[in-house]
């Protein structure tokens, strides 16, 4: 059985600081990683891919990958209240299929 | 920007009956899926369209479910004889790409 585990959280962090959500994967041959964020209420909307090991960084957000301890993360910099909200980490199989993970509700405290 | 959009917003129903929920995927995008999010628990993967065909399905996408693109832009998930557990959020996606999804708004489905 495929599985993709994050912390449930709430992740609460203050205005400014960064905001780290992290995601552990079962499937060592996974390849592709997404990070969508979801509003309550509101469908996923996707904020980050990676495929490859290391850093990307889009703006405020930086992605991490490390596919020998099959761990993906989030960096979010300069939290804003806006960024509060359930962040699902997805992780894309060998069918195309994304395996979803339950979601890290973080809240950004003004 | 373009989005994907999907119709109705709300769809109420009673257990037995058959609905249909409709998606407009982004133009040009060639990979239609379809996942469901039961109130307070995980995305689920229904289905992947490519091609004019299904190219995966999960367990759940079981008899009860179909997928049809009749027109060439309109992407449409039919549920027959609904049960009360079918009540969720179902979320059309759509990619130009098989990598990447973005997301319609949802169809609440209420099965009374």
């Known amino acids: 059985q495929k599985e993709v585990e994050q912390n449930s959280g709430p992740l609460s962090v203050p205005e400014g600081a960064i905001a780290s959500l992290n995601c552990t994967y079962s499937d060592r041959g996974s390849q592709s990683f997404f990070w969508y964020r979801q509003y309550s209420g509101k469908s996923p909307e996707l904020i980050m891919s990676i495929y490859s090991n290391g850093d990307k960084e889009d703006g405020r957000f930086t992605a991490q990958l490390n596919k020998a301890s099959q761990y993906v993360s989030l960096l979010i910099r300069d939290s804003q209240p806006s960024d509060s909200a359930t962040y699902l980490c997805a992780v894309m199989d060998s069918n195309y299929q994304l395996i979803w993970g339950a979601g890290t509700k973080l809240i950004i405290k003004p | 920007e373009p989005e994907v959009t999907q119709t109705p917003s709300h769809q109420v129903t009673q257990m037995g009956q058959e609905v249909i929920l409709r998606c407009v995927p982004i133009?040009?995008?060639?990979?239609f899926y379809w996942y469901r999010q039961i109130l307070g628990q995980k995305v689920e993967f229904l289905v992947s369209?490519?091609?004019?065909?299904?190219?995966?399905k999960s367990e759940i996408f079981d008899d009860q479910f179909s997928v049809e693109r009749p027109d060439g832009s309109n992407f449409t998930l039919k549920i027959r004889s609904t049960k009360l557990e079918d009540s969720a959020m179902y979320f059309c996606a759509s990619g130009g790409t098989a990598y990447e999804q973005y997301f319609g708004p949802g169809t609440r489905l209420t099965v009374t």
């Open positions: 369209f490519y091609n004019n065909e299904i190219s995966e």
């Open positions: 133009s040009n995008h060639l990979y």
